[in-house]
T-cell receptor
Framework: ETGVTQSPTHLIKTRGQQVTLRCSSQ?????VSWYQQALGQGPQFIFQ???????GRGNFPPRFSGLQFPNYSSELNVNALELDDSALYLC?????????????FGPGTRLTVL | GENVEQHPSTLSVQEGDSAVIKCTYS??????FPWYKQELGKGPQLIID?????GEKKDQRIAVTLNKTAKHFSLHITETQPEDSAVYFC??????????FGKGTMLLVSP
């Protein structure tokens, strides 16, 4: 069974640029969530995708957007990068039909905005 | 929305001692409480979880207790080992919602 994978592992961008992060969900999992983890903080929920539709969103501006593909992999796009977007971005997947099912996280993508 | 408070922020113990991390939550409708361990440079790893219909759950050296009346839950690690050193996060969720995490506890186990 393959776990959650993310790419790239590290990324450096400058303010105003755009970035795309990628996630492959664990085998058999159809729901993907994205989280932002600032240094020294717990993960903060960005949004969630189920069967290619966004079905939940946290307190993040519209310049944070995403996609889910038929194979349940997902992308997180961030436009007009700001310095405060520097963080570890985590993807988590789950395979159940309720939000009470276990979520499994990938290793994350470390984004640095200069 | 849900708010999760976690204490302490840092915990230092000697190898072999027990460690306890405590969390409180605000939403009485929350009914699933996972705990994650995050090592440096890695994503959070689910180590144990508990649902609201259970008061305690144990898995080898790790146990979690839940008090729904007081809205708090705790992680207990016995016979700590240096490899237990990491940041631990508690989280809470209710049906049709999303995980809310505490701010984390850095556990340091000295040999």
């Amino acid at each position: 069974e393959t776990g959650v994978t993310q790419s790239p592992t590290h990324l450096i961008k400058t303010r105003g640029q755009q970035v795309t992060l990628r996630c492959s969900s664990q085998s058999g999992h159809n729901t993907v969530s994205w989280y932002q983890q600032a240094l020294g903080q717990g993960p903060q929920f960005i949004f969630q995708y189920y069967r290619e539709e966004e079905n939940g969103r946290g307190n993040f501006p519209p310049r944070f957007s995403g996609l889910q593909f038929p194979n349940y992999s997902s992308e997180l796009n961030v436009n007009a990068l700001e310095l405060d977007d520097s963080a570890l971005y985590l993807c988590a997947s789950r395979g159940g039909t309720t939000t009470l099912d276990e979520q499994f996280f990938g290793p994350g993508t470390r984004l640095t905005v200069l | 929305g849900e708010n999760v408070e976690q204490h302490p922020s840092t915990l230092s113990v000697q190898e072999g001692d027990s460690a306890v991390i405590k969390c409180t939550y605000s939403d009485s409708a929350s009914n699933y409480f996972p705990w994650y361990k995050q090592e440096l440079g890695k994503g959070p790893q689910l180590i144990i979880d508990i649902r609201s219909n259970v008061g305690e759950k144990k898995d080898q050296r790790i146990a979690v207790t839940l008090n729904k009346t007081a809205k708090h839950f705790s992680l207990h690690i016995t016979e700590t080992q240096p490899e237990d050193s990491a940041v631990y996060f508690c989280a809470a969720i209710r049906r049709y919602s999303t995980l809310t995490f505490g701010k984390g506890t850095m556990l340091l186990v000295s040999p």
